[in-house]
């Protein structure tokens, strides 16, 4: 869903769709703030996405600062949209390209006379009108129109072995962005890639696993992600469509979160299971359409 924004100040209106945040652009702690806030937001919950945006905001995130200028141009009173246009332009001084966009439909606002909000320096974040909406409390995995434009964005040579996977995946069936979340947090797409375990390739399969499921050459790419991918839907079938222990067995083998009944408590692993989760943003898998 994107966010459209129509607010007019001095005469100026600003409109025009806030897709959801691009999390790969931001460090994790940054990224999982926004990715709250954007969720308050289709809760309509606005003030306590402006709470997470402020927060966000004030370590120091541009896109958040952005973010919480059109939420309050769009939804405060006076006071809010003076403090929305502020925040515009200080993103758009420290280079935001769609901020300074937004300011210039701004023409005619006393930009220099308005301050940010008081949440940017520790003060209680601005209180906006909830809007009551049908309730949907299940976590749905990032957007496919977001991937498609990180996708798009990665250079060329990993853009191509993205794509392989996002074709494959289906047939499989596996989210690609499951599998783009898992071949992310494994090779960065980097076909080449051999880990000191002697993992291979895009998924980093291990000889084991390759010789399990039929890879006789672990740095082909094409052979590779089907290695990795008839292994991702074995482990979603043995973990019941559990995305964080299907990337925790994944990482540390099935054997270690079975003994230990959950993701195991080791630091690669788990840092590990929260950067797929990071990047897919549900709990559970959702199998693709049959293709």
């Known amino acids: 869903m994107a966010l459209c924004v129509s607010a007019t100040v001095a005469g100026q209106t600003v409109e025009s769709p806030l897709p959801a945040p691009v999390w790969h652009d931001e460090p994790p702690q940054r990224a999982r703030w926004l990715h709250h806030a954007w969720q308050a937001e289709q809760r309509h919950d606005r003030t306590q996405a402006a709470a997470w945006y402020c927060l966000a905001a004030r370590h120091g995130s541009l896109e958040a600062q952005h973010r919480l200028g059109r939420l309050l141009l769009e939804h405060g009173q006076a006071q809010h949209r003076q403090e929305g246009t502020a925040l515009l332009a200080q993103a758009a001084a420290l280079g935001h390209h769609r901020a300074a966009q937004d300011l210039l439909a701004l023409q005619g606002t006393q930009v220099l006379q308005a301050q940010p909000p008081a949440c940017l320096t520790g003060g209680a974040a601005p209180v906006l009108e909830r809007v009551t909406a049908a309730p949907d409390a299940t976590p749905r995995p990032v957007p496919h129109e977001e991937v498609e434009r990180y996708v798009?964005?990665?250079?060329?040579?990993?853009?191509?072995?993205?794509?392989?996977?996002?074709r494959l995946a289906p047939s499989y069936a596996v989210d690609p962005r499951l599998a783009l979340a898992i071949a992310r947090a494994e090779s960065d797409f980097d076909p080449s890639a051999v880990s000191p375990r002697n993992a291979r390739g895009l998924m980093q399969?291990?000889?084991?696993?390759?010789?399990?499921?039929?890879?006789?050459?672990?740095?082909?790419?094409?052979?590779?992600?089907?290695?990795?991918?008839?292994?991702?839907?074995?482990?979603?079938?043995?973990f019941d469509d559990d995305v964080a222990l299907v990337s925790a067995a994944y990482n540390a083998g099935e054997g270690a979160v079975e003994r230990y009944g959950?993701?195991?408590?080791?630091a690669e692993t788990r840092t590990y299971v929260q950067r797929v989760?990071?990047?897919?943003?549900?709990?559970?898998?959702?199998?693709?359409?049959t293709p």
């Open 277 to 289: 989760l990071q990047f897919y943003r549900a709990p559970r898998h959702v199998a693709p359409a």
């Open 152 to 166: 798009a964005e990665l250079p060329m040579h990993k853009r191509r072995h993205a794509r392989l996977i996002q």
């Open 262 to 266: 959950h993701v195991p408590p080791y």
């Open 205 to 238: 399969l291990v000889p084991g696993t390759a010789e399990r499921f039929g890879v006789r050459d672990a740095l082909h790419p094409e052979q590779n992600v089907r290695g990795g991918l008839s292994y991702l839907r074995w482990l979603l079938q043995r």
